[in-house]
Structures are given as structure tokens and as C-alpha cells.
């Protein structure tokens, strides 16, 4: 505890002071997962392997990385399907993947990114079946084809170790932490143990140990010194209005309708990526919204109101349709993903 | 499921609505022509400010306009090759003396969040500043 009297300077924030809902919102985010086929590229699978076995299934957590996920493939491929001259010939350094369609995922992008990105890339193409819409938003396994070897280097960027994983996620943190506040003192105030803490808490998926240290530089939704819970409902929902959403309330120096700017990037079906500043509050103090954000960067595709027209799009967040009432200083507090980025991921409507 | 209104609010409805064929491919070919536009690269360039941090050697010429669509990886392509450092060499980039952004962030992106009196400052070392 005597960690939080040198790396803070502002109100402290502790489990008690953070509301219910926010901290189910955070939970529900982590915990979130999406099904993964993994196969070996067939031309690539060695003499002597067990075919036929060749596929991995795995509920990966949305916000681990696919680095992560290798130590386990790895022991499912050694175990099953390569015999043990092969399995000796494994360099995880040369493997990489890409989904059925040709699309090289990258390793620093978390799972549940990968898998939105891939839900509205699908959204683009020319549906080959005459199903119904409802299948846009079915949760299918993302089926990913492992390659063992040449891994196209020049378009990866990073080599796929678990240390090259946890400085790309690091320096997400550290993007945000300045988005936030126009400085990294949070990320940097840090000591040591908690820098190493919160990848730990990534790598063993463990939301206490994750969120231990996160506490420390994710805004909160509630003022600080509240003693009393804000009037939340009894029925957390999606479509809840948040507690801090009361004008009458007085806003913390370091919660998430203070910050200069709330970390989010814009997703569109095969690229590209928009960010900018996305301050929480209008110029009319009301708060900033998802449908404004939205109509503001994509005015083609969210037509801003008075719009009486068939819906052209979606928004996915963490795969989950968000109300377009939603704020954006609200999502960068309780629906962030792990590395502190709000991911928009919009697809076209069927 | 409700049924359609209208309403925006109502986004739970997409999952479920029936269209018939035609309103379909008309909304999804207006919707496919706004991806177009939007896909459109950046022709513009944006001003790039790079200061050396450490011992890292200073370059004659510190501003560059580097087009706004390219990836940050193609900016410390540049760099390399304005330093004449080999790939093997080590080189590593900051943005505000703050972090390092990912590679294949857009020089776009990066300008529009974080630039300082219309440029966006590059730090460069030889060696890990911030751990």
C-alpha cells in the first residue's frame, strides 16, 4: 500500500470508490472470448504427422495476444499431430498466421481485435449462402492457418516473442496515458514490480492482478472522494445511463470526463485506422457520444440526425452492438480493452 | 426483437431484421461507395520534427513533410537511411519524448493526436530511453 503514496498525486482510487457497474462493465470486457480453429498449413505440415488432427480449437481471451497463445499450440502440435524428429524442428520464432481469406494478423493487435476486424472484413464481401442477416453477427470460430516457417517479416514488424508482445503493449499503455493527459507520468510513475505486474496479469489472465495495477492509470467513472454509491440502478445494463453522467456531479481531477482526450481508434472493413483527439465533453458541455463520434468521423455511413434512413453500418466494440448513446469518456473508462484503447470496429449493415 | 422504427437508438434490430433483396444491395452499395471514400489515402503531407535524444548524432536538417498516409515504420525507414544507420543498427523512436508508437501507426494518426505548434516531434536514440 505504501506504493501509492510516491506514484500518486491526485485522489486515491481503491475497489470501494470505483462503482458496481463500472467495474462489472471491466470484468464483462475481460472476460470476454472469442473461438479460434488454428490448422497448420497443410503444405507445411512434416512427413509422419497425424492428419486429420491437425486442428486446434481454443476460447482465447479477447484481450491476450496471439504470442500468448503459442505455448499452448505449440504443446497440442508436439503432442498430437508432429512425430518427435518434427516436433524437435518447431521454431516459434518462424511461425505466423493468417486467416482463411489471406489476411496477416498481427501480434501486437489483441485477439478480440483480430476477431472484430475479421466480423467486419466479412461484412464487405458478397455473402456466398442466402442467409439471413442475422448470421453478420453469429459467433463463429475465426479460422486461422499457422505457417511454420518464412514468416513475411517486412509486413509483421515484430517478431512474435512474448518480450516483443509485452513492449508492444506497453507502449499501447503509454499511447493512451498521454491521449489521456497529455503526459505518461501514470505509466512512468510506476515502479518496477507494477510495470511487470500488469503483463503478468495479461499473460496469466488474471483480472485482479491486471487490474491492481491498471487501477492506478485507467480513469475512473465516479468523483474520488464520493463516500456514499452514486444512484446507479439496481439492473446494470447496456443501456444504463452511467452514474457520472449527472451534471450535478462533481468531476475528479483524474476521472474519465476530465481527460483531454479518451483513447480510441476507428476500424473500418480492410483498413483504414482513424484516430484522433476525442475530448469527453461537446462544446455545448454535453457529453460526447458514440453516435456523435461516429456521424463526426464517418458522417457516409452514420448520417448524423435528423437521419429517418435504412441504418448503412454498425458499431462493434469488444463484438458487442454498443447504444449510440453511449460516451465515449464512459467506454474509455469501463470498456477499454487491456492495452487502455477504446477499439471501434464499424461494419456494413446487411 | 422490436421491429424497425427508425429509431437509431433501436441498433439491437440489425441483428435480426429481414431485408428484402433489393433495399439490401442499395444500402450496401451506398455503404460500400462511403468505404471507398474513406479508403482514399491522405495525399497530404504533414510536417515531421526529428530531435535526437542522448548521443544520438544531429541531423543538417531536422524538418521533413513526410506524407500523412504512410505507417510510422516507413518514417524510421527514413531516418535510418538520413543517419545512414544499417538495419542491424539500433534505433529507437519516440513520439513527444513520451512512447514509442506502433509501426504500423499512421503518420496521419499520430499528427492529428499528438502534434505540438503544427509538427509532430520524433525522438531518436541509441539506446532504450524508457523502459
Known amino acids: ?350 | 426483437m422490436a421491429q424497425a422504427s427508425g429509431s437509431p437508438d433501436d441498433s439491437g434490430r440489425l441483428a435480426t431484421l429481414p431485408w428484402t433483396p433489393g433495399d439490401a444491395s442499395e444500402t450496401a452499395a451506398e455503404a460500400l461507395q462511403a468505404l471507398d471514400t474513406y479508403k482514399k489515402k491522405d495525399p497530404f503531407k504533414v510536417v515531421v520534427r526529428f530531435k535526437a535524444v542522448g548521443n544520438a548524432p544531429i541531423m543538417r536538417q531536422n524538418f521533413y513533410k513526410i506524407t500523412a498516409s504512410n505507417r510510422f515504420q516507413a518514417v524510421i525507414q527514413f531516418l535510418r537511411k538520413e543517419l545512414s544507420w544499417k538495419s542491424g543498427d539500433p534505433l529507437f523512436t519516440y513520439i513527444n519524448l513520451a512512447f514509442s508508437p506502433a509501426p504500423d501507426d499512421t503518420v496521419s494518426n499520430l499528427y492529428k493526436s499528438f502534434a505540438t505548434e503544427g509538427h509532430l516531434i520524433v525522438n531518436y536514440s541509441t539506446t532504450a530511453a524508457w523502459g
Not at chain 1, 512434416?46 to 491437425?54: H, I, M, Q, T, W
Open chain 1, 1 to 350: 500500500m505504501s506504493a501509492y503514496g510516491t506514484t500518486r498525486h491526485h485522489g486515491q482510487q481503491s475497489a470501494s470508490t470505483t462503482p458496481a457497474s463500472t467495474t462489472l462493465f471491466r470484468r464483462l470486457t475481460w472476460e470476454g472470448t472469442v473461438p479460434l480453429e488454428i490448422r497448420v498449413d497443410s503444405k507445411e505440415l512434416p512427413a509422419n504427422s497425424d492428419r486429420g488432427l491437425e486442428c486446434y480449437y481454443i476460447q482465447a481471451p479477447r484481450v491476450s495476444y496471439l504470442p500468448l497463445l503459442m505455448p499452448e499450440i505449440r504443446r497440442f502440435l508436439m503432442d498430437v499431430v508432429f512425430d518427435e524428429a518434427a516436433g524437435k524442428m518447431l521454431k516459434e520464432e518462424e511461425w505466423w498466421f493468417e486467416s482463411e481469406e489471406g489476411t496477416l494478423l498481427k501480434w501486437h493487435w489483441p485477439i478480440g481485435l483480430i476477431y472484430d476486424n475479421h466480423t467486419i472484413s466479412a461484412s464487405i464481401r458478397p455473402s456466398s449462402q442466402t442467409s439471413t442477416s442475422h448470421h453478420n453477427l453469429q459467433v463463429t470460430p475465426l479460422k486461422l492457418i499457422l505457417h511454420l516457417a518464412s514468416p513475411p517479416t517486412e509486413k509483421l514488424l515484430l517478431s512474435p516473442s512474448t518480450e516483443s508482445c509485452k513492449q508492444a503493449f506497453m507502449g499501447q499503455l503509454k499511447e493512451a496515458d498521454f491521449i489521456r493527459w497529455g503526459n505518461t507520468k501514470r505509466m512512468t510513475g510506476l515502479r518496477k514490480p507494477d510495470q511487470d505486474g500488469i503483463w503478468e496479469g495479461i499473460k496469466e489472465h488474471n483480472f485482479d492482478d491486471y487490474w491492481r495495477v491498471a487501477s492506478k492509470i485507467v480513469p475512473t467513472t465516479a468523483p474520488a472522494r464520493s463516500s456514499s454509491p452514486p444512484p446507479a440502478s439496481s439492473n446494470p445494463s447496456m443501456h444504463t445511463r452511467p452514474p457520472s453522467a449527472d451534471p450535478q456531479s462533481a468531476p475528479d481531477r483524474d476521472g474519465a470526463y476530465t481527460v483531454r482526450s479518451v483513447p480510441v481508434r476507428l476500424y473500418l472493413p480492410d483498413g483504414p485506422v482513424m484516430q484522433d483527439v476525442v475530448s469527453p465533453t461537446l462544446e455545448d458541455g454535453s457529453a460526447h457520444t458514440l453516435a456523435h463520434y461516429l456521424s463526426t468521423h464517418l458522417p457516409l455511413l452514420f448520417p448524423p440526425a435528423p437521419y429517418s434512413g435504412p441504418e448503412l453500418a454498425y458499431a462493434l466494440i469488444h463484438g458487442v452492438l454498443v447504444p449510440p448513446d453511449a460516451e465515449m469518456a464512459w467506454l474509455g473508462a469501463c470498456m477499454a480493452g487491456a492495452d487502455g484503447w477504446v477499439s471501434v470496429c464499424v461494419g456494413i449493415a446487411r
